[in-house]
């Protein structure tokens, strides 16, 4: 069946038909593709422990589930956990049965959906921008370091891009044509996003077609859409699970969920992870980088030409939308807008295809100088801080940054000299060459060989070995990372006011935790607790961003005063009142 190609006005070699090639080699194209992406995906997952902090805790709740043999309710450290839906638990359960319960295989569910995402965008595009289109932006998306970063984190935004590009998808061929499988299959991806992250999902799709129909694209007619096809997958697919959870929870899971993660975060900047006003174009510039250069003259270019090809309307809409929805939410984080980036490829794509058409140079195209300064001031800037940042670290490491800077640079270079040629399908060739040798050394071997200085991995391996040595309890304080207890193996407490550590105290017993300096000299003087530290430990706190050392120490009761007297729990602990364990 030949290839329908739906922007108008593009010459005969952009709108080849691929039906009339031989099978074998439209195949070739979508696996070179899927192990490209793979490739870059996979490199050091095995070899690098668990980012802190959501990774950790997604990892911990699965290993507890497998533990229980219980797949219904999530729990974190022995504590129900509501803040996402089930369906990732699931598929991480999947993939470390086959994989192993290790980095690697909590890691495969967003390897495999990254991979299949950078199909899924070579597809669209191939409809969208002729086959030389398609390979383009599939390229451009599958070498975005934002992309393959969010690839190999074992959290849910990978697996939720691609649910919502199939829905994208969905939307753009139920406007064309009247599908009762597209439709079926963009409630589908509409419901397992629902059960990945609730509904964030549909209302970024939604936030995307309302601005695209603002733009000019011809929405699908409801008819098209099969409203009550969606009511009823909602009812036997999402609906089953969110109804009894909530009974079994007593509602609590959707008071977290709805209340306090997706209202809360609406109105409060959750764990400092608040924005200024423009945050999410100004940090997808650099995430999406170099690509991201292209794309203000691509969105500039498109929205001259909106009327006459509803396809860059529709583009317009998917890049715009979900961005100004984020914006309202005072909790701002990049990967939120991961599912919009496959837009921000086909536009780039677009564009060079574009050029390349009209035989122009990119500098004389609007914010085409823009572009080329973006690029190499963008590129120069990144290829600076690297080599900064290498002379700090030590053996190997440095001389690898210095590698990568060159290749940044230099891939900035190559694709301003292409570009000012006006050969634009070879620089982004180029770069896309560049920036896959750049992403699989840098974390297939840079951040691996940092693993060192990974505090959380490190003190979680050391307490479970004091912990068996000594047959005491491991306690947290204020140092509560996700990572301890995945390196642990097993829950631990965790407490950061007087009255709850104490507790573990009763009867004379001694406990095990991570004690700042300063913290141990407040529960000297201040507690009048024995502090033993047993071992020393050097590192990198990833959540805080800065270097720390931390005492693993055994921690018990004093048995008298200095002057004799018996010093009861009870009075160390009236003594603090209400005021933090340790400052």
């Known amino acids: 069946m030949e290839q329908e190609v739906l922007i108008e006005g593009q010459d005969d070699h952009r709108t080849d038909s691929p039906g009339a090639r031989p099978g074998w080699r439209r195949w070739c194209e979508p696996i070179a593709l899927a192990l490209l992406a793979l490739a870059i995906n996979l490199a050091g997952n095995d070899r690098t422990g668990l980012w802190d902090r959501d990774e ?24 129900p956990r509501y803040h996402k839906p089930i369906l990732i638990y699931w598929l991480m359960g999947l993939t470390t049965a086959l994989a192993g319960d290790n980095p690697f295989g909590a890691r495969l569910v967003s390897s ?28 451009i998306y599958a070498t975005a370091p934002i992309v393959a970063i969010e690839s190999k984190l074992a959290t849910t935004d990978a697996t939720l891009a691609l649910w919502l590009l199939g829905a994208q998808a969905s939307l753009w061929v139920l406007s064309r044509r009247d599908s009762r499988l597209v439709a079926a299959g963009f409630w589908a ?14 209302a970024l799709v939604a936030a995307a077609s309302a601005v695209a129909w603002w733009c000019g694209w011809p929405v699908p ?20 699970w969110f109804a009894a959870v909530s009974i079994v929870s007593g509602g609590e899971f959707l008071r977290f969920a709805l209340g306090d993660q997706l209202l809360g975060r609406l109105a409060v900047d959750r764990e400092t992870h608040g924005g200024f006003p423009g945050y999410y174009p100004t940090v ?46 005072r909790t701002k984080l990049i990967h939120y807008y991961l599912p919009a980036f496959p837009a921000w490829a086909l536009l780039a794509g677009w564009l060079i295809l574009s050029l390349a058409d009209e035989g122009v140079n990119i500098r004389r195209q609007s914010l ?29 490491v440095g001389p690898l940054l210095v590698v990568v800077a060159a290749l940044v640079a230099g891939s900035a270079l190559v694709g301003l000299t292409y570009f000012q040629r006006g050969e634009g399908r070879r620089a982004a060739h180029a770069m896309s060459a560049c920036w896959a040798v750049i992403l699989v050394i840098a974390t297939g071997v840079v951040v691996p060989m940092c693993e060192s200085f990974r505090t959380s991995r490190i003190v979680g391996e050391r307490l479970r070995a004091l912990a068996a040595r000594t047959g005491l309890e491991p306690v947290m304080l204020e140092y ?11 829950p631990i407490a965790e407490t950061r006011d007087p009255a709850g550590f104490f507790s573990h105290l009763t ?27 047993v071992e020393r430990v050097e590192g990198f706190w990833l959540t805080k961003g800065k270097y720390q050392t931390l005492f693993l120490s055994i921690v018990k009761p004093r048995a008298s005063r200095p002057d004799g007297e018996a010093v009861p729990v009870a009075t160390a602990r009236g003594a603090a009142g209400e005021q933090p364990l340790v400052k």
């Open 56 to 79: 950790p805790r997604y990892a911990v709740a699965v290993r507890e589930m497998r533990a229980r043999g219980d797949w219904f309710l999530p729990t974190y450290n022995g504590e």
């Open 112 to 139: 495999l959906a990254g991979a299949a995402a950078v199909v899924g965008v070579w597809w669209l595009a191939r409809r969208l921008l002729g086959p030389r289109g398609g390979w383009l932006a599939a390229l």
């Open 189 to 202: 991806a509409l419901n397992l996003a629902i059960l990945t992250k609730g509904p964030v999902g549909p």
């Open 221 to 240: 007619p409801r008819a098209r859409l099969r409203w009550r096809w969606g009511l009823a997958s909602l009812l036997l697919i999402a609906a089953p």
């Open 284 to 329: 997808a510039t650099l995430a999406f980088f170099p690509w991201s250069a292209l794309v203000p003259a691509a969105i500039v270019g498109a929205w001259t030409r909106r009327r006459s090809e509803p396809a860059l309307a529709y583009l317009l809409g998917w890049t715009i939308g979900p961005m100004m929805l984020l914006e309202c939410f």
């Open 368 to 396: 085409g100088r823009l572009a080329m300064a973006m690029l190499v001031g963008i590129g120069l800037a990144i290829a600076a801080v690297l080599v900064a940042g290498a002379a700090f670290l030590p053996g190997r």
């Open 480 to 490: 509560q990372e996700p990572g301890v207890v995945y390196a642990l193996g097993y």
């Open 507 to 533: 009867g004379g017993r001694s406990v095990l935790t991570a004690l700042r300096e300063n913290e141990i000299e407040v529960m000297r003087e201040h507690f009048e607790l024995d502090v033993t530290p």
